[in-house]
């Protein structure tokens, strides 16, 4: 329906005009001098009803109510026997109508499409992650000059929405994080998000957080139970330990960014899950080598008191409930998808200056969940299969053991057509946890 499509002016480059955005249209409205009988005459008369979406077909005329009509109607005659009947029945009369529609009628890849160069218009990047109140966009080149001007529409279309960013170009520094321009609205990176249940602040200009990644988070929580053990060894500021903590899984989160480090240890405060996550700020690597001791100190301290508060007959009484806690690691998340898999060589060992801990109560070996991309060539089509066995063939060849087909192998999202990224599960051999260095 063209003529609800907005009007076209694409040399609006840089300043969004939305005066510019009007369009008249004439339509007929069937006017009630008795209003009662409107909801009767909308049920008898569907087909003559005009249904367009976010327009009222029910409208305040002349100090009464009226019914828009289809856009062909004109005069009774053009309208079905038994609307005429109803007109005649409740001394309806016909009256003209002009339909206003101003910008905030349209959507914004509508708006988009009407001021953007024609070339760009097929594929418009009205797309975006959210983390409170700002939107990251990832725009192509070829959209990057009229960034600001989808920036202003995105958040005028999207009323939770204060920021709009564009990343500058795709190079991330070590953290992981990219520089960003300012495409519209408010200068404040500092976000509140929810996600799994939980509170989390950070600064999105200094440290990386994917909305698109919230299922995944959760699904890999699942699997962590009560009173185990996790290192989070790229923790960033808490989406999986902070959820885990709150599960009251023990979970020893680290990230070498500053920042992350900083913003995970509000966190961890704002959900009150102190007792169960513990921050730290190492390079991955170290984090790995030292994991045993790390949580050796950690154990060597006691266990967990968590406060219960409990009312019986009106009186607040505070029991104690002390969770031991395992000097052994059951799960290791590593969240570092372009560079992860490069730390795994650093599990030799891991266990080789405590070989008394097989002798700990329940004693498990890890779990170790690793996220990496495997991309492949323009033109190549592997299948799953395929890519999960080179995938495999690294990993044996970074911890120097072949591990067996119990490796697990879960898709989590395409990065581009030709990037996928992984989560690899597999659990730790003996032989390499224990392996003197």
């Keep these: 329906m063209s003529k ?42 569907q087909s003559d009803i ?51 529609l101003d910008y905030s009628f349209w959507k914004s890849d509508e708006i988009l499409q009407s001021i953007l160069p024609e070339h760009l218009i097929d594929e418009i990047p009205s797309g975006y992650s959210q983390a409170g109140h700002l939107a990251h966009l ?14 202003t529409v995105i958040m005028d279309k999207n009323p939770s929405i204060k920021t709009v960013v564009d990343k500058k170009n795709t190079i991330a520094n070590q953290f992981r994080t990219f520089p960003l321009e300012l495409l519209a609205g408010e200068d404040n990176y500092i976000v509140e998000q929810n996600e799994s249940g939980c509170k989390f602040k950070f600064d999105f200009s200094k440290v990386y957080w994917n909305s698109r990644l919230s299922t995944e988070h959760e699904r890999l929580i699942t699997k962590f139970q009560k009173g185990e053990v996790v290192g989070d060894v790229m923790a960033g500021v808490g989406p999986f330990a902070i959820p885990g903590g709150k599960n009251e899984t023990i979970f020893l989160a ?30 991955g690597r170290e984090f790995i080598e030292n994991a045993a001791e790390i949580l050796q100190n950690f154990a060597n301290k006691g266990p967990i008191e968590k406060k219960i508060v409990k009312r019986l007959k009106g009186e607040k009484k505070i029991e104690i409930e002390r969770i031991e806690v395992p000097k052994f690691y059951n799960h290791f998340v590593m969240n570092l998808p372009d560079s992860a898999l490069t730390f795994l060589d650093a599990y030799i060992g891991l266990y080789s200056k405590y070989p008394e801990i097989k002798n700990e109560p329940n004693f498990k070996l890890p779990w170790i969940h690793v996220y990496c991309f495997e991309k492949f060539e323009n033109g190549e089509d592997p299948t799953n299969e395929e890519l999960s066995i080179r995938i495999w063939e690294k990993i ?9 087909s119990s490796m697990e192998f879960h898709q989590v999202r395409m990065v581009s057509p030709t990037k996928p990224m992984f989560c690899v599960s597999f659990q730790l051999p003996e032989e390499v946890a224990f392996r003197q260095k």
């Design 138 to 151: 990832n725009l192509r080149d070829e959209f990057k000059p009229y960034g600001k001007l989808i920036g």
């Design 254 to 283: 680290n990230d070498l960014n500053p920042e992350s480090y900083k913003y995970l240890k509000e966190n961890i405060t704002l959900n009150k899950v102190d007792p169960f996550v513990k921050p730290y700020n190492l390079d």
């Design 50 to 100: 005009f249904y367009v979406r976010n327009i009222k077909h029910i409208i305040e005329l002349e100090n009464s109510k009226a019914v828009l009509l289809r856009e062909d109607v004109t005069k009774v005659e053009d309208l079905e026997p038994i609307t005429q009947e109803k007109i005649k029945e409740y001394n309806i009369t016909l009256k003209p109508y002009l339909l206003k």
């Design 4 to 45: 609800y499509k907005p009007p076209v002016n694409r040399s609006m480059v840089k300043d969004l005009d939305r005066s510019f955005f009007q369009k008249e249209i004439p339509l007929t409205a069937a006017w009630f001098p008795q209003p009662k009988f409107l909801t009767n005459f909308i049920k008898a008369c």
């Design 396 to 404: 044996c060849n970074l911890i120097d053991y072949k591990l067996d």
